[in-house]
């Protein structure tokens, strides 16, 4: 079965990068698109952007062009988030989330809690 | 950026109800509308993809229809477990998500 696995909780001061990773395993790892989303305390699911496994083509949403970089290691099975220039506000929970044949998340991961404080 | 707004915002019902949650979007989506159930501290789970398709797994109980700019999701039979937060997500230009509807114990 397809699981999603990220890395632990992170503290960072603001300016700080954070890199954030997900492995997957029980498919093949270039076959599906991987995507990032971001939910802060008590607000809605927030849409990072996403990688062509395969390619390593990436598309970022434009709140996050320029501070966001998502790469893949094909032969580790695993995508990662870079988040540089941190501020309070990116004080969140992060999930990769595995793409579907339709453009939904079918598979996500357990979530990263990302805590930006001085 | 395509807005998606959920109503209600939260809703308080009772085992055995029949809940309907609706999401709108700010232009027509065709039926790119998928919805997920997120319980807390916990990642989403997808529920509905294509706007009215079950994802593997999920109880026949959960349902989804409209396409273009209307959307709904209907829990035909609440149980326990369906006490949630439910949200709408489009991806037919990017991705955004709905503000989220809490549903409660009454």
Redesign the interface.
């Known amino acids: 079965q397809v699981h999603l696995v990220q890395s632990g909780a992170e503290v960072k001061k603001p300016g700080a990068s954070v890199k954030v990773s997900c492995k997957a395993s029980g498919y093949t790892f270039s076959t599906y698109a991987m ?1 990032w ?1 971001r939910q802060a305390p008590g607000q ?4 990072m952007g996403w990688i062509n496994t395969d390619n390593g083509n990436t ?1 970022y ?2 709140k996050f062009q320029g501070r966001v970089t998502i790469t893949r290691d094909t032969s580790a099975s695993t995508a990662y988030m870079e988040l540089s220039s941190l501020r309070s506000e990116d004080t969140a929970v992060y ?1 990769c989330a595995r793409e ?1 044949a ?5 598979y ?4 990263t809690l990302v805590t930006v404080s001085s | ?1 395509i807005q998606m707004t959920q109503s209600p915002s939260s809703l308080s019902a009772s085992v055995g109800d029949r809940v309907t949650i609706t999401c709108r979007a700010s232009q027509s989506i065709s039926s ?1 509308l ?1 919805w ?1 159930q997120q319980k807390s501290g916990k ?4 529920l509905i ?2 706007a009215s ?1 079950l ?1 593997s797994g999920v109880p026949s109980r959960f349902s989804g229809s409209g396409s273009g700019t209307d959307f709904t999701l209907t829990i035909s039979s609440l149980q326990p477990e369906d006490f949630a937060t439910y ?1 709408c ?1 489009q ?1 037919y230009s ?7 509807t809490k549903l409660e114990i009454k």
Request: aromatic share 26%; net charge neutral.
């Open positions: 995507h989303v809605r699911l927030e849409w598309k949403s434009q999930y579907g339709w453009l939904h998340f079918e996500w991961g357990q979530g | 950026d790119f998928n997920y990642a989403p789970k997808l993809y294509a398709s994802q949200y997500q991806s990017n991705y955004t998500f709905g503000q989220g």
